[in-house]
């Protein structure tokens, strides 16, 4: 959505999507605005208890059911599980996407880790054309005047124009794009706690290439998950960024996370954007 800062000013009724890497402060600032009653739509969360609900619920009862204890417990209806998913905790979410490598650290054999990529893409790809319904919803249920659109950093890869027609069609879409300094914390934070990603089919095929080669491996049970999500993760920012700044470009605009980080209220944000469409 294209629009002046003076009709941004006078829109009574404003919807943003954030788009951005995982970490840039997209849900950071989705907070801050839930704080002053707008409506917080999650990706993740829509996609954890909307669209990936029951195979997340049967990755856990496969894990549950290799203990004999739990087993016979769940056999005879004594227990049941699920999911406690919230917008601040998605771990679940990030589970059952999880890591490619050798089974006995936890890791997924190649065609159990593509079908769990392609169910989180097709997830992820419903939660954005659910937009639009839902800032309906957040209106006339909730009673929320605004709407942010928190989306997952993967939103770039979905190569889905769709997608990107409708969220252009009924927000703003605000790339907040990573400094220097956002890259190296990035970086530093997954090397503390490598987390499972989403990876485009051709970018994951070439890179899983290049790895292999350059570890010298020859099965892709070999590889130490973890080593893998660190070899993926510079290289998975540095490709996104270019398909980030292209959906700029084309159907949004650009704000700098330092910019950003300082906000601690509406009126700060609000007039931070405001700038940014008086810039052009």
């Known amino acids: 959505m294209r629009m002046t800062a003076a009709e941004f000013r006078r829109w009574d009724a404003k919807s943003i999507t954030f788009l951005g890497m995982s ?3 997209k849900t950071f600032l989705s907070t801050k605005l839930r704080e002053s009653h707008w409506f917080h739509y999650s990706a ?3 996609i954890g ?3 990936l609900s029951e195979p997340i619920l049967d990755n856990i009862k496969r894990q549950a059911m290799q203990v004999p204890f739990l087993r016979e417990l769940l056999r005879s209806d004594s227990i049941y599980i699920s999911n406690n998913i919230t917008v601040d905790n ?3 979410v990030l589970t059952f996407l999880g890591k490619l490598g050798d089974a006995t650290h936890g ?12 169910l989180y893409r097709d997830a992820e790809v419903a939660a954005m054309l659910d937009v639009p319904e839902f800032i309906d919803k957040a209106r ?3 009673g929320y005047r605004h709407f942010v659109n928190d989306s997952a950093g993967s939103l770039c890869e979905l190569g889905d124009p769709e997608v990107l027609n409708v969220l252009a069609a009924n927000t703003l879409i605000v790339y907040i794009e990573a400094t220097a300094e956002n890259g190296r914390e990035l970086l530093k934070r997954a090397e503390a706690d490598p987390k499972p990603l989403y990876y485009r089919t051709e970018f994951l095929d070439a890179e899983l290439a290049r790895f292999m080669h350059a570890r010298a491996l020859e099965h892709v049970d070999q590889i130490t998950p973890d080593d893998f999500v660190l070899w993926m993760f510079p290289r998975l920012f540095q490709a996104r ?3 980030y700044e292209a959906i700029a470009k084309a159907h949004g605009y650009t704000i700098r996370a330092d910019a950003l980080a300082m906000i601690e209220t509406e009126a700060e944000f609000v007039a931070c954007i405001e700038q940014v469409l008086e810039a052009g």
Do not use: M, S
């Open 23 to 25: 970490g840039v402060g």
């Open 44 to 46: 993740d969360y829509r």
């Open 49 to 51: 208890t909307r669209y």
């Open 90 to 92: 998605l771990t679940a």
């Open 107 to 118: 890791g997924l054999a190649l065609p159990e880790f593509k079908r769990r990529q392609q």
């Open 140 to 142: 006339a249920i909730y």
């Open 241 to 243: 960024i270019p398909r």
